[in-house]
């Protein structure tokens, strides 16, 4: 069995792109930047190195993403990566990579029209659907998350379901 899953959480480096292909199928062009943070064994500084990453989101997951993601807003994104490859002008074999999302999360809200805490949009089969994951299930809403526990809080045991 093999396995092509990828999942990041990063900020948009450009505003979402939004095309419509011959078909008429929408097809939204966005890139994230991640940060990953390591100490450096020689001088023991912290070196923080960017990546840059190329995000397609087809139909109305990119429809969504393109009415609601701007530049510098957190996103979640799952998916897979996909290369495609293509011969240039000069002759030379050019290659891309980039991920094609299957879900999404916006960590930020909307374009700025509430305080709204986020969104979350998955792709089902024929389409994508507000609140479904990718296999359909829906998501739980912030409304039936579970309780957190205060530090220094004591737990009782007989409490615990299982």
Not at 21 to 47: D, E
Request: aromatic letters at 6%; charged letters at 20%; proline letters at 4%.
């Amino acid at each position: 069995m093999d396995l092509n899953k990828v999942m990041i959480i990063g900020r948009l480096t450009r505003d979402p792109e939004l095309k419509t292909i011959p078909s008429g199928a929408s097809v939204c062009q966005l890139g994230i930047a991640t940060n990953f943070v390591y100490t450096n064994q020689q001088s023991g500084q912290k070196v923080e190195n960017v990546e840059y990453h190329n995000v397609i989101l087809w139909r109305k997951l990119g429809e969504i993403a393109a009415q609601y993601l701007k530049k510098g807003q957190r996103v979640y994104i799952e998916g897979r990566l996909q290369t495609r490859s293509w011969d240039g002008t000069d002759g030379k074999k050019n290659y891309k990579t980039e991920i094609v999302a299957d879900n999404m999360i916006m960590l930020d809200g909307g374009r700025g029209d509430s305080p709204a805490s986020g969104g979350n949009y998955g792709a089902a089969a024929g389409g994508a659907a507000a609140g479904m994951g990718a296999s359909g299930m829906a998501q739980p809403s912030p409304a039936e998350e579970l309780p957190t526990i205060q530090q220094g809080e004591d737990i009782n045991v007989d409490d615990i379901p299982f």
